[in-house]
């Protein structure tokens, strides 16, 4: 049994880069929202949760990114993104990133998907692909160490415009429809056993240390895939390969998943590539 002092054993922190609109996309639209969304996020247990704090103040007086009440990773040049990534690299923590192409979902719309995901379907969905490989890391590593579920907790970086309230909702249906063995699209689920409803909560960026650290996982890999911007760099997402969620010891479709899962159905260009085939997508 858990100790009443600690009512989960993992913590994992989400964050996003780009936009998750639809209806104009760039570059097909000059004036459309970013090519990607790329949702990032940080597992790790919660004894090392009070040391988040101590992370990101030694990551800022290592980098010298002191003005400010917070770490913002797009503000930083790109020697100290170097520094904030080799420091992350080092940390006892595993990263998930979904990589999603919007292009190929240029306007449209999905009534069903809207139905289990409310009106930030798209989202929840991208977010639901992080999920299910975190709950799957969670799930393996408590039955190995503790031989039953231990609780995860879960910290969004609020944003406007979302409704996290929807995001738990959809979760409670995907738990239901997993216990039950109904899941739709069931190539991976999200694992019910390692999920409280009152362990999800959504927080000011500036105002959590863990969700800073999550902002450089998205925001690294956002910046190695958004070629059209004058940010594009894939180095600093490379240099996180220490810290990336491996199952069966690749990374590739684990730790760092690329949407739609079909390669064939996505027309990259060979810089966006370039990241994947590092991380050991063989078939772009």
Known sequence: MLPVSKPYEYILYIDEAGDDGLSRI??????????????????????????????????RRHISALQGPALHYRKLSPSKKDAACSFLADLPVKAFVVCSHKVNMRGHQSSSAAIRGGKQWFYNYCVR?????????????????YKEPRPLKVVFSARGGHSYGQT???????????????????????????????????????QNAGLQIADII?????????????????????????????????V?????????????DINLTEDQKAIFRYYGYTAL
């Open 26 to 59: 760039k570059p097909v639209d000059s004036n459309g929202a970013s090519e990607w969304l790329c949702i990032g996020g940080f597992l790790t247990r919660a004894n090392y949760e009070a040391k988040t704090v101590q992370w990101v103040k030694e990551m």
């Open 129 to 145: 692909l992080l999920m299910e490989r975190a709950t799957e890391m969670c799930l393996k590593d408590s039955l190995k160490h």
């Open 168 to 206: 738990k909702a959809y979760w409670e249906i995907l738990k239901r429809q997993a216990a039950g063995g109904t899941t739709v699209l069931n190539k991976r689920e999200i694992r019910h056993q390692v999920l409280r409803f009152n362990l999800i909560d959504y927080l000011p960026h500036q």
């Open 218 to 250: 998205a925001s690294a890999f956002y910046q190695s895939v958004e070629t059209s911007t004058l940010k594009w760099e894939p180095r600093h997402a490379k240099m996180l390969q220490p810290i990336m969620a491996k199952e069966r010891n690749v």
């Open 252 to 264: 590739a479709d684990f730790g760092l998943a690329l949407q739609p899962t079909n390669p064939r």
